[in-house]
């Protein structure tokens, strides 16, 4: 790992990390490095647009214009690869080895750089070449088709799942093992991240379900898919939503006498033939009121209660504030560092870039 000064705080601090530009996971994992501390150099193309100050996960970087076919471009990106600990990119397999920055070439210059590959399907295997985004990834896992209302189309949760779960964060996890490894070896390595194979990981708690039997491979059926009465989400008065998650039986009873949930109901909270007229008796409870008065009743208590808000309204939350959730920066609203840490605590390095800087200007810092 790279000593030199740096001005960053986190426990990354002085790791330096080259990405190529990309989309997706991968640009998102390297706002997570640079939150913790680490510096990252963006290498992206001539012209490309900067300045987006709305770019949130831009945000922490430097950036540096190069052409990736043009001689005097590929050596100094070289030069930064000679000097840096850790390389990301997200092309499909093979181009960085066509651009003369693959694996092995890149060791040759820097046997302690960790080579961090995101890609949706892998580095090799049948769809290795072929095209595809965070939907088709879960869908291949079997996220996908565990995800949605019974008796209905699976409904694609965001790109959380894919890109970001079984993605960016496989592929930091990745990382930093494979920086302390160096630290110990002296010798980098290559961390193929595949989505696929990350939410195939996500999916294990489900998979040890389905081996034991008490796992149905139907949507809409199980604890955690909104199958269960006691942990989904209800309409309130209002045309909002609330959410419960009483799953453990104290948490339960409490939920069911705030509710005035029928006694013989509350002794069936496991007994699957009677979900059905659960669900209906606390749908119609939970359209009595709206959804400011449910949280007057439940917010705070442990009937596992919290409202549904939408991502205007989370900024507003007092748990939010109160935790820092989201900071302000140059009249932006981000997102905050996560995790937390004692002695080295990570902040937000800066906005997304304004203009570019040389790689001059990078190594100056780097002596």
């Known amino acids: 790992m790279s000593t030199s000064p740096s001005s960053a705080a986190g426990p990354l601090a002085g790791v330096r990390v080259i990405e190529f530009a990309g989309i ?17 150099i963006r290498v992206d193309r001539p012209g490309a647009n900067l300045g987006d100050q709305l770019d949130i996960v831009g945000r922490g ?47 040759e210059r820097n046997p302690k750089l960790v080579y961090g590959r995101m890609t949706g399907w892998g580095q090799e295997g049948p769809l290795a070449q072929a095209a595809g985004h965070d939907i088709n990834y879960i869908s291949i896992s079997g996220a996908l088709a565990a995800i949605g209302e019974k008796d209905r189309t699976a409904v694609p949760p965001l790109n959380l799942v894919g890109d970001y779960g079984g993605g960016s964060l496989y592929l930091v996890v990745g990382i930093l093992a494979a920086v ?16 696929c194979d990350g939410v195939v990981s ?27 009465p006691y942990y989904r989400a209800y309409d309130t008065a209002d045309g909002s939503q609330v959410s419960v998650g009483a799953i453990e039986p104290k948490f339960f009873e409490l939920l069911c006498e705030k509710l005035g949930v029928p006694e013989e109901l509350r002794q069936a909270q496991n007994d699957r033939a009677r979900w059905p007229e659960m ?45 820092a959730a989201f900071q302000e920066l140059d009249g932006v609203m981000h997102t905050a560092p996560a995790p937390r840490f004692s002695r080295t605590p990570a902040r937000i390095q800066g906005t997304a870039p304004k203009q570019a800087v040389t790689v001059g200007d990078v190594l100056s810092g780097w002596r």
């Open 180 to 195: 302390l490894e160096a630290r110990r070896s002296g010798q980098g390595q290559v961390v193929d991240a595949a989505i």
């Open 279 to 323: 669900e209906e008796t606390l749908a119609r409870i939970f359209r009595t009121r709206t959804r400011a008065e449910w949280c007057e009743l439940l917010e705070g208590s442990d009937a596992c209660f919290a409202p549904v808000l939408t991502l205007s309204e989370a900024a507003r939350h007092p748990h939010m504030q109160a935790r």
């Open 202 to 228: 996500l999916m294990t708690l489900f998979q040890t379900q389905r081996l034991r039997g008490t796992y149905e491979e139907t949507r809409g059926a199980n604890m955690l898919d909104g199958g269960a």
């Open 24 to 40: 997706g996971p991968g640009p998102f994992a390297c706002m997570l490095l640079s939150d913790l501390g680490a510096e990252v």
């Open 61 to 107: 970087r430097k950036t540096v214009l190069l052409d990736l076919k043009n001689p005097e471009d590929k050596a100094q990106v070289m030069e930064l690869l000679a000097q840096a600990d850790v390389l990301v990119e997200g092309f499909r397999p093979g181009v960085m080895e066509r651009l003369g920055f693959g694996p092995d070439a890149v060791a």
